[in-house]
């Protein structure tokens, strides 16, 4: 299926691997122009240079122009990161046509050891940082009558986990947010805000959540995740390809009038009907 977004610029954050990355791959699979951000610079580094094989290849078998890949190391939960995001030489500014707001979840724990600071620092992460970033660009993509915002979040919105109190909260804040600004006037204008709520996903994330268990059971490492694919209806994780694919529908053309809702991939694991 042709998405119909080749050529459109795309800011994807926390994208030298995982998720990402994944969604990443797929929007410059279909021609579109991405600045990928992450903190550590190696690994972006790496990752653009995946990207640009990825569509060299893909160019010359097609004969049409490969993407712009701009890679741009900063903490985009600072503001001298989202600035820098935003004035990366040859990148669009703040004229993204396609924003995925994405950054590392917060620290598993029990919330009597939190105090105000754990908790600001969830919040800055996971709910306003795509504020912001959605506030830096939705505008502009009104005026422009195309934008696609993707916000990468978690199950835990819908379903959520215990020992991750300060995702639930965070991110449940973010979905109660983007739920009206969606609804809003620029939902006229050809902009969509969809969230996707990864269940279980086979990243360096999920292999350290297991690395974790382990070290704290005694278990070993791949008893802990055939217990949990076991738990799964699929039987198995999702992998950051068949998530990059989920978001790079909703970036496209297809899915523009479809917004404000929450993509559950989880190979099944909520109960719910609903
Ligand atoms: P990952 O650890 O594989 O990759 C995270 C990426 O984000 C890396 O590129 C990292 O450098 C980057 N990053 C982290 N913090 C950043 C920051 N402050 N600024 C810029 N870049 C930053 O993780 P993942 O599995 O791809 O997870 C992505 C998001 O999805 C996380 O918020 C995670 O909590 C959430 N999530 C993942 C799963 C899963 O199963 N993998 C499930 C639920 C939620």
Known sequence: MDLGIAGKWALVCGASKGLGFGCAKALVEDGVNV???ARTDAALQEAAAKLR????????AKGQKPSQVLAVACDITSPEGRDAVFSVPGGPGKD???????????????????????????VDANMLTPIELIKATVDGM???????IVNITS???????DILGLSNGARSGLTGFVAGLARSGIAAKGVTIN????????????????????SKTGQAVDAIRAAQAAQIPAKRFGTAEEFGAICAFLCSVHAGYMTGQNILPDGGLYPGTY
């Open 35 to 37: 600045v990928i951000n």
């Open 53 to 60: 094989a990825i569509s060299e290849d893909l160019a010359s």
């Open 96 to 122: 993204f046509d396609i924003v995925v707001t994405n950054a590392g979840g917060p620290p598993p724990g029990d919330f009597r050891d939190w105090d105000r600071e754990a908790w600001i620092k969830a």
């Open 142 to 148: 009104a005026a422009r009558g195309f934008g696609r």
């Open 155 to 161: 199950s835990a919105v819908k379903a959520p986990i």
């Open 195 to 214: 969230s996707i709520l990864p269940g279980k996903f086979d990243t360096d994330r999920l292999v350290a959540t297991h690395q974790a268990a382990a």
